[in-house]
C-alpha cells in the first residue's frame, strides 16, 4: 500500500469484528514495526502479545480496578489546559457521539472501551525498562507510529489506548512482565467492523498554521 494513502486514511478503530488474528499476520505487523528508528540503535520496547482468553481475562480486570479505582481518561496535564487543547478536546465529544450506541455516556464508553482494547481479538503491551529516561519514550512514540501505519495496510485496525498505564502493577502480573519495565501504552489491534457507526467517524486535524511555525523559509 503506498505510505502517503495509508496515512490519509489510517484512521482509530473503535469495534472490530469476532474474528481471530491470524499469528503470521501479527508476525509480519510487529517486523515491520521493529524496522523503527530509535536512538544509538537501543530499541527499547518490548511488547507483550495476547489474544483470545488471555485478552479476555485481562479486560476483566482492567475493568474491575477501572471501577474500582474511578479512573477515567483524561489528557495527562500537569497543570490547566489552554483553551485551545480544551477545544479540541469537545471536538472529539462531538464528532464522535454520534457513533457511540444509544443509551451509553460518551465517557463510560471511551473508559470501558479502553479496558476493553474496544473488543480487538488482540492486544499489543508496550512497555520499557525503568532504566531508560523519559527521553526514550519518542523512541516508543515512533515504533508505534509504524506499527499503526503497517497494521493499517495489513487490512487491521487499531487504536492506542493509554488509560491502561494507570493499572500497571495488575498488568505487570498478569503478563509476568518483570518490576522493572514501565507500560508505555496498549494497543487494540484486530479487523474493523465497517458496519460500525463508530468506526464510520474520522476525527479533524487542526489547520498547518496552528501547529507550524516558519522560520527562513
Known amino acids: 500500500m503506498d505510505l502517503i494513502k ?20 501479527l508476525i509480519e ?6 524496522k523503527a528508528p530509535s536512538a544509538i ?23 474491575k480496578r477501572m471501577r474500582e479505582l474511578q479512573v477515567s481518561c483524561a489528557p495527562g496535564a500537569v497543570k490547566k489546559l489552554p483553551e485551545e487543547f480544551l477545544r479540541r478536546q469537545r471536538e472529539l465529544f462531538e464528532v464522535l457521539s454520534p457513533g457511540i450506541p444509544g443509551g451509553i455516556q460518551f465517557q463510560d464508553f471511551i473508559n470501558e472501551g479502553s479496558c476493553n482494547f474496544y473488543g480487538a481479538p488482540v492486544a499489543i503491551i508496550i512497555s520499557i525498562d525503568s532504566a531508560f529516561s523519559s527521553s526514550r519514550l519518542t523512541d516508543i512514540g515512533i515504533f508505534v507510529g509504524y506499527l499503526l501505519l503497517s497494521a493499517y495496510a495489513l487490512g487491521l485496525g487499531t487504536c492506542p489506548i493509554g488509560l491502561i498505564t494507570q ?22 489491534v484486530g479487523y474493523p467492523d465497517e458496519d460500525a457507526p463508530i468506526n464510520k467517524i474520522k476525527t479533524p486535524r487542526v489547520l498547518l498554521e496552528k501547529i507550524v511555525r516558519w522560520r527562513g523559509i
Open 6 to 25: 495509508a496515512i490519509n486514511e489510517r484512521k482509530s478503530i473503535r469495534a472490530y469484528l469476532d474474528k481471530p488474528v491470524e499469528k503470521e499476520k
Open 29 to 34: 505487523l510487529l517486523t515491520l514495526a521493529s
Open 41 to 63: 540503535n537501543l530499541q527499547p520496547w518490548e511488547i507483550v502479545v495476547v489474544a483470545g482468553k488471555e485478552r479476555e481475562r485481562l479486560s476483566r480486570i482492567l475493568l
Open 167 to 188: 493499572f500497571q502493577d495488575e498488568i505487570k502480573e498478569e503478563l509476568n512482565i518483570p518490576e522493572q519495565k514501565n507500560v508505555v501504552i496498549g494497543i487494540a
